[in-house]
Each structure stands twice: as structure tokens, then as C-alpha cells.
């Protein structure tokens, strides 16, 4: 990156005492577990027909079947059938469905609520305003997009008027997001925004009450810890919450730390 740590910051609209420590670089080549490797590796991922994909589509599928079919995908099939998916409303109107981007062996994945106009047009989750200042928080912890990151969303489709996606687009959708968390499996989770905590953590409360609290995601053998904070589309209308989030990427960063030393 061109800009310094300090310019990161004032991106976000921090002063400079909101500064991180200077954390020693963690070889990555070690970075999973022989327990974590064994959780849905993706090179023993059953190959899985194009008819299971059709299936999935078209809603022929019931819903107990269409999981158990999803759960077996490889990232090709996954990306084949997210952009197939006609089991909510959203495929209607949908110009092109946005299934994530990024490192697909991540430590962090972060998960926002659903692609806007922009997302929508490019094909990537969090561009525009709101993905630069993403891409602002992200240095400000010594992240890059794309590099040892993975940024999906809970609906993969724009809900119309970019409005906050439904409980049951985002039930639609869960399969998806599910399996890509154990294909990734990743170290630590950060779900931006409520929707996001509602999708994967099923919690309904105000996204402020959520802030802070220890919760983590179950998958298989793991439990991964989750670090809820507020959108970047919040944020930009919102300024005074900005030091909110940088508390909490604070924190997810000493979660990670923990994590890696595990």
C-alpha cells in the first residue's frame, strides 16, 4: 500500500492515538492445524455432477436434499450454482449474483449483508465508498484484500432498492455461505453489520447490543470465533461510530493472534 498507517486512520476518520502495536509477521505456510485440515479439505471434495447443480437451481431439490447436495461442492460448483439459484425472489431482478472474493484459504473472512449497485455491476462484494473504506479498515490492521482475507456476504443477490435482505432470502442463501466457511475455514470471522449476525449467528437484537460480546460459529470439529461489528455503508453516514469499529478490529486482530498461537 501507498499510504502510510497513520493516513489509513485518518481514512477512517481515527485520531492518531488509535494506533495498533506493531505485531510480529506469522509465517503462513504453518497457518492450519492437522484438526483444521481434516474439516472439509477441498482436495478430497467429492466431485459432484452438473444434474446436482440443475437440481439445486430449479428448486427441485427439497430443502434438507438441496443442503446436502451444496455441502458437497467444490468452489466450482459452488460459484456455478450460486449463479444458477433461483430458490428466493432476489434471481428475478438480478443482473448477476455475487458470490465472494479473495484468498480461498483465508485466517479472516469477513461477511457483509448483500451486494449493492456497484457489487451488483462488478461482480465483488464491497466496492465503491463503502469497499474503500472496507479496504481502509482492513490496512489499518495490516490486511489486504485478497491477501489472507475472503469477503463474501449473506445473500449472494441485490435485494431490490438495496434494501437489508430478509430472514427468508437469507435462509435461501445460508447453504451457500455455510459451505463456504468449511471450504475456507477460516481462523476468525467478522460479520459487518446486523443482518449479517442475524444470518450467521441468528441473532435478531440491535447490532450496538451485539458489539463486544464472545461469540463463535460452529463448524464440525471447531468453534470459530465471531467479532460483530457495523457495516462500512453505516459508518460513511454514521462518523462517530468509526472509533466503535476500530475498537472492535482492535480486538478481532488480538482474537487472531490468540488463534494462531492455538
Partial sequence: MSLTRDQMLNEMG????????????????????????????????????????EAIASSAASGAEREEQIAQFGWD???????????????????????????????????????????????????????KLLDAMLAAIDLKR????YIANA??????DNRPPEAAEMAA????????????????????????AHALLGEEGLLASLRGKPFTYRAGERDIPVVVTYHP??????????????????RARALMRVAKAD
Fill in 146 to 149: 485478497g491477501d489472507d482475507v
Fill in 14 to 53: 481515527l485520531s492518531p492515538q488509535w494506533k495498533l502495536r506493531e505485531q510480529p509477521a506469522v509465517a503462513r505456510a504453518a497457518k492450519k492445524s492437522p484438526m483444521v485440515a481434516s474439516i472439509a479439505p477441498p482436495d478430497r471434495t467429492p466431485v459432484v455432477k452438473t444434474l446436482a447443480v
Fill in 77 to 131: 460448483q459452488l460459484r456455478q450454482s450460486i449463479a444458477a439459484c433461483r430458490a428466493c425472489g432476489l434471481c428475478a431482478e438480478r443482473k448477476q449474483a455475487v458470490p465472494g472474493v479473495g484468498d480461498e484459504n483465508a485466517d479472516w473472512l469477513f461477511i457483509g449483508e448483500g451486494p449493492g449497485t456497484d457489487e451488483e455491476v462488478q461482480g465483488e462484494p464491497f466496492v465503491g465508498p463503502a469497499g
Fill in 233 to 250: 455503508a453505516y459508518l460513511l453516514r454514521t462518523l462517530p461510530d468509526k472509533s466503535k469499529a476500530w475498537e472492535d478490529l482492535c
Fill in 173 to 196: 442463501c445460508a447453504p451457500f455461505l455455510k459451505r463456504q466457511i468449511a471450504l475456507i475455514q477460516p481462523r476468525l470471522i467478522v460479520l459487518l453489520g446486523r443482518a449479517a
Fill in 155 to 160: 445473500v449472494k443477490c441485490r435485494p431490490p
